[in-house]
């Protein structure tokens, strides 16, 4: 990302400070990497949209043909806002989740959406409301990796999915209540380190190709999400070629067992967004502690945004590198805390799964600086919230060629109190 300094200027100018800043061409181009990897026979990606659910960049993947991961009733529903289309023939829009919750239900009956479950209560829901569909069911393999343990979501202590070894009395459960197994899933990690993500890929596919006899109504497969983005290395780049040669040998390997044609699919989130955006924010303020007995002392730049905005450093320790608009080329100057303004000492973008504060090396920083916390693309205005009662920052949308576009404004008190009611219940 490389708006210029004028540029970033002049929005916050006219948007204040924080905002969201996407940077359209970012995003094309990741998209157009997933399009790659996918670009074969029976091959399909999905965008799992909890990683970004700007309707623009939802409408990008409509049209790249990329369908669509939701996991709750809204995020269908603005899935299908953006030109999504419903039903079930193809599945363009998938549900995933492990509970039913609010209109979830109600929205994948009435969209004829494939829901894709994970807890076998689900099936009991999708029965009584009558439902006699397709289904597919979300597998939990036993193995996986995500790069925190929150987002490893394969083994043990995941919650997400159906046990392997219960997987044949679910199905069994499904068909009993007069739906159809149609597709075998599992997400199994978040992030993770791209060797483990491969390796895992294959061990997923050859289990896969193990039971794949056993569920004749089968037509896809899905490998779920995961696809690394590194956040330290901004040149760094998934071996793409690797990853595609894997998809089509997954695909060769089940179709040979099952003795049919099959889809395989895969659902990123992150990839396709993660550098497409970043948080811009200002500086206001710079500040020191000293070092006593309880500790040393640091030098903090306190700045607009927080974990309202971005959460991931607070939540998981996530690293995002920071730029000092202007002075990208410039040599550090001495080590920050970067802290933002809530009423909470953990509201700091440097740190790590293990300290609190880890400092980084910046180059002079003064107040009225803006700083841009990269990366933010996915999981990030996603992740926000209105803690404190702050309101969610802008989000402008960069097109190529350089026009800025608000595509949500910044909220405002009147958004936050609109829920707020005094109705009697008896
Ligand atoms: N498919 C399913 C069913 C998922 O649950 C997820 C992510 C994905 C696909 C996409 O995974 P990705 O390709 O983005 O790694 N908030 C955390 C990540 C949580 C991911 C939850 N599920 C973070 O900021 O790192």
Redesign the pocket.
Known sequence: MSHALEELRRIAEKVGTPFWIYDAEVIRQRIADVRYLTDGEGLQARF?M??CPATRVLREMQRAGIWI?A?SGNEVLRALGAGHAAGNRPPVVCF?ADVFRDNALRVVLENGILPNIGSAGMIRDLAQAGYRGPVSI?VNPGFGH??VNA?D?GGPSSK?GVWFEDLERTASEVEAAGMSVVML?A?I???PQFEELHDNLSRLAEEYAQLIGRFPAVEAVSL?????HNYRDAHAKVPLERLRALFVECRAKLVEAAGRPLRLEI?????YVAPGCSLVTRVTDLKETRSNAKGQGVRFAMVDAGFVDLV?PA??G?YHRIEVVGKEDAPTAGELVVAGPLCESGDIFTRDDAELLVPRALPEVEAGDLLRICDAG??GYA?SSNYNSIGRAPQVWMEEGGRAELISRRESLEDLLKAEVSEVLG
């Open positions: 799992a909890k990683a991961d996991v995933t979300r995500g790069h987002c979501t997400h899933h997400h990690g978040s992030g779920g999400g995961g696809i690394p659902e990123p989130g992150r990839y991931r939540m998981y996530s996915a999981y992740m």
